[in-house]
């Protein structure tokens, strides 16, 4: 059973039926805050798709402006700008299509805005039963999931996504053959992207419960660096398939510097491990 932190019966329990209609309020609220979520980014449709999903395609993006004035600094220019809109046509083959799509990605948009809320309605739901050291630490772990989420679909929206996308539209195998892409098509790789390298920057997180358990331990990746830096070098050169330095190390850095931290919190795990064991 949980415990009800009561003011004026603080070890009052909560029956069964009692913790499921809490819960019944909180997921309420929960599917409130996505339905509102979604529903400004329906009637906000065209600024949210021209300029946010369809944006990694406009020469004014953001990146696209940084490689520019960064090429012009070091005499990159030519092979780093992209000084142009990129010539891509979205083709919808359904009828209604248009339609299922905005609301099926006005949901989607509508729960990723609103998971640090869903989370925290999660976390009000639990709390009651922990202790005040207890809820502090796990409103950090909250806290630290879902920043490192958001800034691994941050990452992959400003530089992996534009950099697959241009190479997608631009490669060619003959120039009998024509790319043109279907909604769905781009709509789903863009999103499959930002959920996986979300996940992605979720290995400190990961490499923080495996430690705390015993399973992974600072000495093992310390060992295992070489091959990570491969490893990684790999996937950047897959993901960025520029064939110049510069743009590889633009996506490899931040993931070694993961790789790292994720080294850092291993350790600390480690040393309170063995100061426990000791004492």
Known sequence: MFLKRDPNNPEAEMGFFDHVEALRWHLLRSAIAVVVCASLVGIFYDFVFEKIILGVCSKDFPTYKLLCIVGEKFNLRESICIDHDIPITLQNLTMFGQITLLIQYSLILGLVIAFPYIIFELWRFVAPALSEESQRKTSLIILACSSFFFIGVAFCYFVIVPFSVNFAVTFSISDKIKNDFTIDSYIDFFTVMLLAIGAVFELPMIVYFLSRIGILGAEVMKKA????????????????????????????????????????IAERNDRKRNEALIA
């Open 225 to 264: 660096r070489r091959y990570a830096i491969v490893i990684i070098l790999i996937v950047a050169g897959m993901i960025t398939p520029s064939p110049d330095m510069f743009t590889q190390c633009l996506v490899a850095v931040p993931i070694y510097i993961l790789y790292e931290l994720s080294i850092f």
